[in-house]
């Protein structure tokens, strides 16, 4: 008896250590309260259906999210969260960030933590540059910008822009891909109009007033998607930019999958380029959808900054599996350089060189549905696209010498 005792309290310790062994935690940082707390919300539920969809690749890790609410773009905040997780909370990877000043200000206590860091979201091009710990399963804002550039000159024959950007990194990120792209392919952009920042809504009329004013064949706009995207569009259609011949075009933040219905008919025929929607046509994203409308409800709907929360975790996962849960930076990075992965965005994978994401880029026109509803319709793909800023080596994304 007394040796079975011992043998099973043995076994009991042994399962312990083991499960202790393969518990993963992982430090969330997005903004779960203020001006981005539906963005955050996005974040969360990304990760959470990734963790329900996929238990089957999890085991036989545990693993276990600690969140910090980094409140706005500032920048600040999320330095502190990041600290908090690092040094208080002992993480073992870092994900999220909803905006780039953030990520960027978080940059160097990522370095000094030395935790594999996985960018779910923030999208100025370098800086993936920044850490040798970042790696990006969102975007880079020159992934869709300088794809539009090449396809407002070619497809939609346009031979005069305007930028309409926010004046802060991903902003004049975008501003600089399309104008780059658009300019070499034969157009020519005749204005470039900061709109404010990221922090609050500013009163777009004067801004796209100004762009009325010049007569552009296409309005080419960035700013953050949600609440700005949303007031984007009807002040075009309250101008009646449409009316006198001005298509409004950009990335996929102006079309914001849970603002979209919103927007109303000043959407219809807004074009964008962009690495995801809801509708897009395959099986891995309809199954995400159908998940998503199950748990929240049949109104809410998946948008980019969730797609790109899922791949995050889905990164994390691959890290975790191929360093049997001990999480070594380096030997998680070197498991993450050149996967590959089915997404409901299509097949993406990890530039070993750069550390970004490599994925498909769509050109959608929005659309009425016999439904009612404002959904996005498929112009045109581009396969296998890598972050032109790094690709051409322009600017803070040029190699360091």
């Known amino acids: 008896m007394i040796k079975r005792i011992l043998a099973a309290s043995a076994a009991l310790a042994l399962s312990a250590a083991l499960a202790q062994a393969q518990s993963v935690k992982i430090g969330l940082v997005a903004p779960f309260t203020g001006i981005g707390a539906e963005l955050g919300q996005q974040i969360d539920r990304g990760v959470e259906q990734y963790l329900k969809l996929n238990a089957d690749k999890i085991k036989p890790l545990q693993l276990k999210i600690?969140?910090?609410?980094?409140?706005?773009?500032?920048?600040?905040?999320?330095?502190?969260?990041?600290?908090?997780?690092?040094?208080?909370?002992?993480?073992?990877?870092?994900?999220?960030w909803i905006y780039s000043p953030n990520a960027i200000a978080s940059a160097p206590v990522v370095t000094a933590g030395k935790k594999l860091a996985v960018i779910m979201n923030a999208g100025t091009a370098h800086i993936t540059t920044m850490s040798p710990y970042f790696v990006r399963t969102s975007f880079s804002m020159w992934h869709a910008g300088y794809a539009m550039g090449e396809a407002a000159a070619k497809q939609l024959k346009a031979k005069t822009a305007i930028v309409g950007y926010s004046d802060f990194p991903p902003g004049k990120d975008s501003l600089a891909a399309f104008k780059r792209s658009f300019e070499a392919n034969g157009g020519k952009v005749i204005d470039e109009i900061p709109m404010g920042g990221a922090g609050q809504v500013p009163d777009f009329t004067p801004f796209l007033q100004r762009a009325k004013d010049k007569k552009p064949d296409v309005l080419f706009v960035f700013v953050p998607a949600g609440d700005h995207a949303l007031a984007v569009t009807k002040t075009y259609g309250a101008l009646g930019m449409k009316d006198a011949g001005i298509k409004l075009i950009g990335p996929g933040d102006i079309t914001q999958d849970i603002k979209l219905q919103a927007m109303g008919d000043a959407a219809v025929g807004l074009i964008t380029m962009h690495h995801y929607n809801a509708d897009l046509d395959n099986a891995e994203n309809k199954k995400f959808v159908a998940a998503w409308k199950k748990d929240y409800g049949p109104d809410?709907?998946?948008?980019?900054?969730?797609?790109?929360?899922?791949?995050?975790?889905a990164a994390i996962v691959h890290a975790a599996q191929a360093t049997k849960g001990k999480m070594d930076a380096d030997a998680a990075l070197k498991a993450l350089a050149g996967w590959k992965y089915n997404s409901p965005r299509g097949p993406i994978s990890i530039d070993p060189e750069t550390r970004d994401i490599i994925m498909n880029e769509y050109l959608v026109e929005v659309v009425k549905g016999k439904d009612g509803k404002l959904h996005q319709k498929l112009l045109g793909k581009?396969?296998?696209?890598?972050?032109?800023?790094?690709?051409?080596?322009v600017g803070p994304c040029a190699p360091k010498s």
Request: hydrophobic share 35%; glycine share 8%; proline share 4%.
């Open 66 to 96: 600690i969140k910090r609410d980094d409140k706005n773009p500032s920048g600040a905040d999320s330095k502190i969260a990041v600290q908090e997780l690092l040094t208080q909370e002992n993480v073992d990877a870092l994900a999220g």
């Open 300 to 313: 809410s709907t998946p948008d980019f900054i969730a797609v790109g929360a899922y791949d995050g975790m």
């Open 382 to 393: 581009i396969d296998n696209v890598k972050d032109a800023c790094k690709a051409e080596k």
